[in-house]
């Protein structure tokens, strides 16, 4: 059975007659009753009281209101998916880990929504281990996480290179650094001596967060070992306290861009002092599978992730000359 067939059938049940039927089809009567009749005969029914004016059986009648329904329903496939070869449609499944969808996704996210408002987002958070599982799975389309994203089969794109900066209360930099504290500010925290701030309690994200992970590995090439009064999972949390003067955390260079600018004014609470060093600095990248369908939406939202990664490297590293 094809669409034809059942095109033909629903022309001629309407027209009541094989001669105006054909006419409106543009086909001659003897072919428009040869498809009629393989109709007939794949379904192994009659459908045509055959006379002066055609009459549908009981069997056509059934077949008429199903075959209505089946060709509205190639209407609708022939709509969508012309709008999905027009990036007009589709569906992006992104995975983000919780740091980079607060500082990344109000600089990505208003724009490819903009350009394809029809497109149906599902947004999926998780921790580093969580990401890798879901791509490699197929639970997801896209991966906006940090480096390093094990998948086998994965294409991996850096996007960011981002600083670890140390969130220190003024209070407790002047407390550690001294006579020092002011140098340190004026060069953005050049050879800042982490081991100065020993004595401060520090309030870090969990084990196991990326960031955490960054900060535990400068601390220990450093010999460092922080007084940890407080570890918790949100990052905002931990910066909300430690503007509060409770302790000294770690954060990453790009929250800065979309969320607390205010900490770079001269009335800030807080100093933001650059840890350097190569363990220091994450790489924000993006991932998606390399075999496989991808849809245009999914290829558009990609294409312009990478676009974007020049201007928010500049922002990046702009952002402590504000």
């Not at 022309?11 to 094989?18: G, L, Q």
């Not at 081991?195 to 955490?212: V, W, Y």
């Not at 960054?214 to 949390?237: G, H, K």
Request: overall charge negative; proline content about 4%.
């Amino acid at each position: 059975m094809n669409f034809r067939n059942l095109k033909y059938f629903l022309e001629a049940a309407e027209a009541k007659n094989i001669t105006h039927a054909a006419r409106k089809l543009f086909i001659s009567q003897q072919s428009l009753s040869e498809h009629i009749t393989r109709l007939e005969e794949e379904l192994g029914v009659t459908l045509f009281e055959r006379g002066p004016e055609l009459e549908l059986t009981y069997a056509g009648e059934r077949l008429y209101l199903l075959a209505k329904r089946i060709c509205s329903l190639e209407q609708e496939i022939i709509r969508e998916t012309g709008e999905i070869s027009d990036h007009r449609r589709g569906r992006l499944r992104l995975g983000i880990s919780y740091t980079c969808s607060r500082s990344l996704l109000p600089l990505i996210l208003p724009e490819f929504y903009k350009e394809h408002p029809m497109v149906e987002i599902n947004l999926m958070e998780g921790n580093h281990q969580k990401l890798n599982e879901w791509l490699e799975q197929g639970e997801i389309d896209v991966l906006l996480g940090y480096l390093p994203i094990d998948v086998p089969g994965a294409e991996v794109y850096p996007l960011i290179y981002e600083k670890l900066l140390l969130a220190s209360p003024k209070a407790m930099t002047e407390d550690a650094l001294g006579e020092s504290a002011a140098e340190a500010r004026k060069g953005g925290g050049a050879g800042l001596d982490i081991r100065a701030f020993r004595d401060q309690p520090f309030i870090l994200l969990k084990t196991g967060n990326r960031i955490r992970t960054l900060f535990d590995v400068y601390a220990e090439r450093n010999d460092f070992f922080p007084s940890v009064i407080i570890e918790t999972e949100n990052i905002e949390t931990a910066f909300a306290l430690a503007e509060s003067g409770m302790g000294v955390t770690a954060y990453p260079e790009m929250f800065l861009m979309t969320l607390h600018r205010d900490a770079l004014d001269d009335g800030s609470k807080l100093d933001l002092l650059p840890l350097y060093g190569g363990d220091t600095t994450g790489i924000i990248a993006i991932a998606f599978m390399e075999k496989g369908y991808h849809s245009p939406a999914v290829l558009d939202f990609i294409d312009l992730c990478r676009q974007k990664s020049d201007l928010w490297q500049e922002i990046g590293s702009d952002v402590l000359s504000v």
